[in-house]
């Protein structure tokens, strides 16, 4: 595919074909997963700077990583399929490779944590698994070398007024899925988008900032809905396609430009113009398929399309509970599909995005369609459960993957969230220090 991304493109079949060409057998379905968390300095709680991750990267690069480099400046490692990189204020990314089921998954995190542990010792290092930073003001957080950063902090704003803290203040896990076809991309794509608001809901861990409640359960999803080039894609409530998809993509404004190592901003010109040849600094040239799935990933949307589709609604929590998300989505999705796309499949765009606009606020309490979210978390864990016992993939131990679900069964039975235990947590002390290395030490049982 490396060869094949450098073809120029000719015509928008291409761009079709592209997505066709993502398309898997049954028995080649994974699950990809990338988990953000925030890097503190242990003394002031301060977001550490690019010497400390620097520092970082070289430790780690004595177990195995390999370095990547933009000019020469250390931005993240590389092993196999693993990848390791920093987010515009350091958040700290783990991006793992495509595996066969939630027990790999799992496997890889739990491996991943051990090894940072004694690193982040070492570096003097505090870590915080919430999905927005409760302590630091976006004005005193440190900023991040990569050139693409640079020129995104000055544009996202002018799109939406919250797009500088998503950059900077947000953390998140991302679960990738494959597609067996068109019509299966279409399938899982809608269930992806219109379990958004129970996505929120059921997921959040970020009701603090700069040091107090903010109102929200998920605030991270309320600045990712005022984010520029973010929300729920307008083509979601229609019938999708491949073509379609493609026609939305290419329509955005270009973010930036990556040609031969070297980033160009952006002077309001979509990637349509761009395929007939008509942006200006480039004199007519064309681009690759590099170029466009480069395209892709500046597309914020809770759901989006390379040649995976990536489900992005969740705040990021701890590695006691990581496994929790992707085995509920891989349920749904690997396992329920068809019973629970029955069910969405003729929801209101309206309702959706009502409740989408709810969840942060209200979580398991918004409304949607005369019920509180909390009853349509009971359905849905029910579905994903089914489908789990249906994939029967077995650990060592004999069992399945429904052990996973663990957390998100206490959620819908105690009827309360992380958020809100967290909430709960806050108010007897007035003090967040217990979000620091909460790996370790949050007692609520299940995390």
């Known amino acids: 595919m490396t060869n094949k991304l450098s073809t120029l493109i000719q015509n928008k079949s291409q761009l079709v074909q592209y997505f066709t060409d993502g398309i898997k057998k049954n028995n080649q379905l ?23 991750i620097k520092n970082v990267f070289e430790i780690l690069k004595s177990k195995g990583w390999k370095p990547q480099l933009e000019k020469d400046k250390l931005v993240g490692l590389k092993r196999e399929n693993q990848k390791i ?60 070398p990569k050139e693409r950063y640079k020129i995104m902090t000055a544009e996202m704003p002018k799109g939406g007024k919250l797009s500088l803290d998503m950059m900077y203040k947000t953390a998140g896990i991302q679960i990738n899925y494959d597609y067996i076809s068109e019509k299966d991309f279409e399938k899982k794509f809608k269930v992806g988008n219109y379990l958004t608001p129970l996505t929120i809901a059921l997921f959040a861990n970020s009701p603090f900032s700069e040091n107090k409640f903010s109102g929200y359960l998920s605030y991270r999803s309320k600045v990712w809905q005022e984010t520029s080039r973010g929300g729920i894609m307008p083509i979601t409530f229609e019938q999708v396609n491949f073509e379609k998809y493609v026609d939305y993509a290419i329509n955005y404004p270009i973010l930036f430009l990556k040609k ?12 349509n113009d761009y395929l007939n040849g008509n942006l200006k600094f480039l004199k007519g040239e064309k681009p690759t398929l590099k170029d466009f799935e480069n395209h892709l990933g500046t597309i914020f949307t809770e759901i989006r399309l390379k040649q995976v589709i990536e489900f992005r609604s969740l705040d990021t929590c701890n590695f006691g509970c990581i496994c929790n998300g992707p085995s509920f ?25 009502e409740a989408y606009f709810n969840a942060p606020k209200q979580g398991l309490n918004t409304i949607f369609q005369n019920k ?10 029910d579905l994903s ?49 217990f979000l620091v290395n909460n790996e370790e030490n949050f007692s609520y049982s299940g995390f």
């Open 372 to 381: 509180k979210l909390i009853e349509w978390a009971k359905i849905f864990l």
């Open 329 to 353: 989505f891989t349920g749904i999705i690997y396992g329920s599909l068809d019973e629970t796309f029955e069910i969405i499949k003729n929801w209101k765009k309206q309702e959706v995005m």
């Open 385 to 433: 459960k089914k489908g789990l016992e249906k994939r029967n993939e077995l650990n060592k131990s004999g069992n399945n993957e429904t052990i996973y679900l663990k957390h998100l069964e206490e959620i819908v039975n105690n009827k309360k969230t992380r958020a809100e235990m967290l909430v709960k947590q806050f108010n007897k002390t007035n003090d967040l220090k």
């Open 30 to 52: 994974r699950i990809g997963v990338e988990h953000e968390k925030f890097l503190f300095n242990k003394i002031d709680l301060k977001k550490i700077d690019y010497d400390k």
């Open 260 to 271: 031969d190592e070297s980033y160009h901003p952006p002077n309001g010109q979509t990637f």
């Open 85 to 144: 990189t920093t987010e515009p204020g350091f958040q700290y990314e783990l991006s793992g490779a495509p595996l066969k089921n939630i027990h790999l998954v799992c496997s890889e995190n739990s491996n991943h944590f051990s090894e940072l542990k004694g690193v982040f010792k070492a570096a003097n290092i505090t870590t915080s698994s919430i999905a927005y930073d409760p302590f630091n003001k976006l004005t005193d957080i440190p900023k991040s």
